[in-house]
């Protein structure tokens, strides 16, 4: 079993930036895909980015595009999600995901593994 803790989340204003960061407790999920899903209330949980298991891929909801990176330290089994320039849209919790049997994905379906989510709220 493979567990995800994620952590950075908060409370900020539009425009401000927050950086999250996901630990994973095994070193198996490296070559893997990873990625970040957001769930705002009332509204289903959506891609926000995801990179393959060697780092060299990524892909990026259209909404966030220019203004969110993810990253992977495969050494540290960790993943991180900067965010600048955030939106009051950009609210919702956060989680990151681990994908057992693909390297690259885009489907949240596709991942087996999910941290317990972070809280972003971002004020106007």
């Known amino acids: 079993q493979v567990q995800l803790v994620e952590s950075g989340g908060g409370l900020v204003r539009a425009g401000d930036s927050l950086r999250l960061s996901c630990a994973a407790s095994k070193r198996t999920l490296t070559n893997n895909a990873m990625g970040w899903f957001r769930q705002a209330p009332g509204k289903e949980r959506e891609l926000v980015a995801t990179?393959?298991?060697?780092?060299?891929?990524?892909v990026y909801a259209d909404s966030v595009k220019g203004r969110f990176t993810i990253s992977r330290d495969n050494a540290k089994n960790s993943v991180t999600l900067q965010m600048n320039s955030l939106k009051p849209e950009d609210t919702a919790v956060y989680y990151c995901?681990?994908?057992?049997?693909?390297?690259?994905?885009?489907?949240?379906?596709?991942?087996?593994?999910w941290g317990q989510g972070t809280q972003v709220t971002v004020s106007s």
């Open positions: 995901a681990a994908s057992v049997y693909y390297s690259s994905s885009t489907s949240a379906s596709d991942y087996d593994y």
């Open positions: 990179i393959s298991g060697s780092g060299g891929s990524t």
